[in-house]
DNA sequence: TTGAAAGCGCTAACAC
DNA sequence: GTGTTAGCGCTTTCAA
């Protein structure tokens, strides 16, 4: 069962290795019918060059990866479907690791890149990635990069994202317009770049509709989904709890419609509620719920097309420049449409 | 930029190749003093061996595909993780494939692996998949395999599954006892192992509860979303509509639900509702749905545990021996408890 | 148009 | 305990 090579197809047809190597490649200076007769007996024989010798022998691997801090959310997963899908087109393929939100398990991946073993990254990083300097090494060492959705600012390369401090200030506003006077508004991470658009939009729309910020009005979620719903329990149990809350991510949006239901709280009766989210069952919530619905697949395939360029093409640099894809403000029940 | 390399490593200390690559590895030929000394200009220089090389020396990559139908699904989500979290702590690499549910597409990502790309594979087969003799080629040129969820049953390897047939059973049975007369299921793919198990539980249950087995009230259903919708709604709409539906994938819940919702047949009242899914949601849908719920992660970590082993221990043989996890049937509100 | 040979970076015999 | 060398499978000069 000893696999095939291109030495052992070069002997069974009585020709040189190097002939071989050049017909499999469509070479010119190879004569039609040599090449015929090398492709036939190669698909005849299952062939498929071992693309470790080719990577080391050409210094490029036809491999990118892409780091996430996880897959079970809507968006991770419409991403890498569309980042899989520009992958194979262009004959790459893709690395998969998780972070799991930690910046020390991120930093030992991107360590391992300093390697060969992918010609870029995509990445999208955790709630623990204040600093970059993990990302700025792997970038110095040559490497092309590119974020998407949770991007660092201080990085000088190209970055996909959505128009997040734009959809939340309408979000906002749209609550505001719904005559809500007490916003809540659920982080994550202060330190992570979605975050802190998004939050701004919030802020800012209340700024200019009048309504005071308050500090208690933000409730900074964490990791722990368990964690996250007694906070969230206690968040509208108190005297000035909320009328409206906006979630900055999709993992909030069980336990505050849990919440809700626990404290006998309507929505959007007693609270309106609007989340950024890409669930398919948003509209059969109960209530059909109020979504920022951002274009995973777009920025995922956007994403994974301004890597290849920069990989490829040899004068096209990666710089600061980012695209930008404007999410969609969806209007349901749970902010009363 | 250029990386640096073993040779220029071992340039730079005085030493040989050899040497450094033993004192890497940490073998017991080499002297503490040197090994110290290596270990501590690499880690310096951030030295990273290129894995291709060693790959190619040694004839393993340390890599492992991953193949799935899509990832828009929570099952494959949570499993991914499942793999990627075992991948991690042993060491290996993860592909990813899509195959988007088609049969061709399959065959050719798995004839890719024919060049030492991967050290083993987990699949989960595409809707289309019926032949398996890409796979069993596969197989045969050396690469073990892991099946988890959707296996194909004439090939001889491992797989994990879920008790696919006994927990539809028991769905149904609880419909039966709900008061259910004419329970519809809701089918994918004919060919599909998962299918197959758990229309012949729901068939079985029937049959056991006195019901009579009627065709039509079984509807196939297919990757177009739009048109299992409208199938669907007729499906709801003949006189001889059904008053409870198992889905027999989570992606038919949104249709089920939208299309009840449109019929104005309330859940559970006029119907009850019960779906294999994953998904976060289903407490908080409308109404809550009850749900054959999966151990994605665990069926995922067990394959890859399996796979390893094949992969790993030489007289470790990857039988026809199937490793059977049991789904929980969560009842909830749609199904009227 | 074809072939010989060097070498990508690493590991593993084997020699010293 | 350390070094020399061959070779994994491929591509790419360069020579014939």
Sequence with gaps: MSKLTIKLLAKELGLAVSTVSKALRDSHEISAETKAKVLEYARAHNYVPNPYASSLRKQKSKTIAVVLPEVADSFFSLAINGIESIAREKGYHVLIYLTHESREREEEILGEFNSGRVDGILISVSQETKDSSHIKKVIASGLPVVFFDRVCDDVNTAKVITDDLESCYMATKHLIHKG??????????????????????????????????????????????????????????????????????????????????????????????????????????????????????????????????????????????????????????????
């Design 180 to 337: 809500c006077k007490r916003i809540g508004y659920l982080s994550i991470s202060k330190s992570l770049s979605i975050n802190k658009k998004r939050e701004e939009g919030y802020t800012r729309a209340l700024q200019d509709g009048g309504i005071p910020v308050k500090d208690d009005a933000i409730l900074e979620c964490g990791t722990n989904d368990k964690d996250n719903l007694s906070a969230i329990l206690h968040f509208l149990k108190g005297r000035n709890r909320p009328d409206a809350i906006i979630a900055s991510v999709e993992k909030l949006v069980p336990p505050v419609y849990i919440a809700c239901n626990k404290l006998k709280l309507s929505i959007p009766g007693d609270i309106k509620v609007v989340s950024f989210t890409n669930l398919g069952t948003s509209p059969i919530l109960n209530p059909p719920l109020t979504t920022i619905t951002q274009p995973a697949f777009e920025m995922g395939s956007k994403a994974a097309s301004l890597l290849f360029k920069g990989i490829e093409k040899p004068n096209f640099k990666l710089t600061d420049e980012t695209i930008v894809i404007p999410a969609a403000l969806q209007k349901r029940e749970s902010s009363n449409f």
